[in-house]
């Protein structure tokens, strides 16, 4: 599967209370692979997927979601995820 199937098979699709997603930024991927881990279900798949395109390293669907390994160039940080109040 492409990327770009990924999105359209992804896109605008809807999730239950039990969708989510999650990001794993840890030091041992960090210093040997320079990536981040983000496990994403329905239309999450297909953002993360568009914004972040030309730095995914891997993917692989599993489960009703998309595991992505993701180059750290295209990662801003854990702390930037929320807004400063």
């Known amino acids: 599967m492409t990327i770009n ?3 359209e098979k ?3 699709k809807q999730g ?7 990001l794993i930024d840890n030091n041992s991927d960090k210093r040997y692979d320079n ?6 279900m329905a239309a999450d798949v297909a953002k993360i997927a568009d914004r972040c395109r030309n730095s995914i ?29």
Not at 16 to 22: C, G, H, M, N, V
Not at 35 to 40: C, H, K, L
């Open 5 to 7: 199937e990924l999105i």
């Open 10 to 12: 992804y896109k605008g």
């Open 16 to 22: 239950d209370d039990e969708t989510e997603s999650i």
């Open 35 to 40: 990536v981040v881990r983000v496990w994403a």
């Open 57 to 85: 390293v891997s993917f692989s669907e599993k489960g009703g979601g998309v595991d992505f390994v993701i180059d750290r160039k295209a990662f801003r940080g854990v702390v930037y995820a929320f807004r400063a109040s």
